[in-house]
């Protein structure tokens, strides 16, 4: 099945799931300017809380189109970057929280290898608003399975490699985000690759999504969660300055 993906997509999925925060932010905006006329801020500050709530409102938009609309993310040419063999014998995992918008590209790149498609999201944990809204839209990929992200159903050294893209952030507490990377090693072949795919808690990130960037981790905090979870080894690779891939083996 090939997706084709509308013209500023990533643009209006980030409008679409994070539409509270715009409607709060434009409230306030609205407030402030008209509060101005009440009170007469002082003009430098005045301009300066304008310029602030601007920037927050406008800036995600921005960074948004680039890195989901313009930079080829969707095109996944950083996975074919990673030469993972494609054989009738192998079998992946693409594992989200029921927002999924990379099982059939996948699929396109490795056509011969089995996928198999986990959905761990649980509504009493995993509550961000954001992501309820997604998944209320997103594609379901062919035999998609709900799972637990304490129990990965399926057995020892099992899986080629693990697919982690965008999604494992909607695991806020750090014992259940080890929890479930426990899981992935466990069915991971020691030969095999978990790849993960993140914003993370950095510089560059709070430049682009303000106070929304304590929505990721920081690359301290992923990296005490593998390597309570056994894993001993990773490699990063930016995508855009705002995108990390990391291979853990």
Known sequence: MEIKRRTFQGVLNILS???HFY?????ALALIIGSNYIFSWPNNLYLLVIFAFIYGLTM???VSAYVYDF??????????KINIEDTKDKFNLNINAGFDETSYIIESILPYSKLQVYD???ANQHTEPAIIRARKVSLVYPNTQQINSNSIPLNDNSVDNIFLISAIHEIRRHDEKVQFL???RR???PNGNVIMVEHLRDFP?????TIGFTHFFSKKTWKKAFEEAGFNSFKETKFTPFMSIFNYN
């Open 182 to 184: 426990r899981e992935c």
């Open 205 to 209: 990130n709070f430049v682009a999504f």
């Open 23 to 27: 409607v709060f932010g434009f409230i």
């Open 17 to 19: 799931f994070n539409r």
């Open 60 to 62: 995600p938009l921005f």
């Open 187 to 189: 069915v991971c072949k």
């Open 71 to 80: 930079s080829g993310f969707y095109n996944l040419d950083w996975l074919k």
């Open 120 to 122: 761990f999201y649980n």
